[in-house]
């Protein structure tokens, strides 16, 4: 019974999903990199992990409301010949056939920790253009870090140079920063809707990025 009560909650709560359509277009599929991905991850399972990675989002944005979202109605995946890893830009995401043939670990895994991650720069708010850098790629690690898709290679806790790094050196920091205040990205990512000021941080935590940050390396300062 209780189950069921907590399925039919998640359904209303995160109710919209369903009106996102998810393509999947493997256009280097005469590549070595496309028939890796489509023997070992394919279509089916990237419509899965779209889909899967928005309601991630979602909850880890906490936007159980439409009105709270960037209004997407489709999202389209691309197994491209191309440099790199992968790319989000106009709602489609384009990740590199290359890497996908030349990957040496669990390659399923791998993908699914770059779809969560390219995932979030389709939803997260950017200050209409004015949040930095660093930020924005620190959230969409902070949220890959979240889901259990962090890659044996990032840095650890307390490491790296400054709070704005980006990436995993961010996203540990964004973590740090969400166990002094639970739901602190959720909130960061709301008042990232308009614009953008490192006061947002003296708002949520009552400290400056600089003292907070100063603080983490402390913690983890051997």
Same mark, same amino acid.
């Given at each position: 019974m !209780?189950v ?6 998640f359904?209303q /709560? ?10 999947? +277009?493997?256009?280097?599929?005469s ?7 489509? =023997? /070992?991850?394919? /279509?089916?399972?990237?419509?899965q992990?779209?889909? =899967? ?7 880890v944005?906490? $936007? ?5 979202r960037? =209004?997407v109605d &489709? ?10 890893v992968?790319y989000?830009?106009n +709602? ?5 056939s +290359? ?6 670990g ?5 993908f ?5 991650? /390219?995932?979030?720069?389709?939803w997260?708010?950017n ?18 870090l979240?889901?259990?898709y962090?890659?044996?290679?990032? %840095?650890?806790?307390? $490491?790296?140079?400054?709070?704005? $790094?980006?990436y995993? %050196? ?7 920063? *969400?166990?002094l205040? *639970?739901?602190? %990205?959720?909130?960061? +990512?709301?008042?990232m809707?308009?614009g953008?000021?490192? $006061?947002?941080? %003296?708002d !949520?935590l009552? &400290? ?9 390396k402390a913690?983890? =300062?051997?």
């Amino acid at each position: 019974m !209780l189950v069921s009560v907590n399925k039919t909650m998640f359904l209303q /709560e995160f109710q919209g999903n369903e009106a996102v359509d998810y393509t999947v +277009n493997n256009i280097a599929g005469s590549m070595a990199g496309g028939a890796r991905f489509a =023997a /070992e991850i394919g /279509e089916d399972y990237s419509q899965q992990m779209l889909s =899967a990675a928005t309601d991630f989002i979602w909850r880890v944005f906490q $936007q159980s409301n439409a009105e709270d979202r960037k =209004a997407v109605d &489709k999202v389209s995946l691309f197994i491209d010949d191309m440099g790199g890893v992968a790319y989000a830009s106009n +709602n489609e995401i384009h990740v590199s056939s +290359n890497y996908v043939g030349n990957y040496s670990g669990d390659l399923k895994r791998e993908f699914t920790g770059v779809v969560y991650h /390219e995932m979030t720069h389709i939803w997260q708010w950017n200050g209409n253009g004015r949040t930095p850098g660093g930020l924005i790629e620190g959230v969409a690690d902070f949220v890959r870090l979240k889901a259990n898709y962090a890659p044996g290679h990032w %840095v650890q806790p307390g $490491q790296g140079d400054r709070w704005d $790094q980006g990436y995993d %050196v961010t996203a540990r920091f964004l973590d740090y920063c *969400n166990d002094l205040r *639970n739901g602190f %990205v959720a909130e960061l +990512n709301k008042k990232m809707r308009d614009g953008y000021s490192d $006061q947002y941080f %003296v708002d !949520l935590l009552g &400290k400056t990025v600089d003292q907070l940050w100063s603080d983490y390396k402390a913690k983890y =300062a051997q």
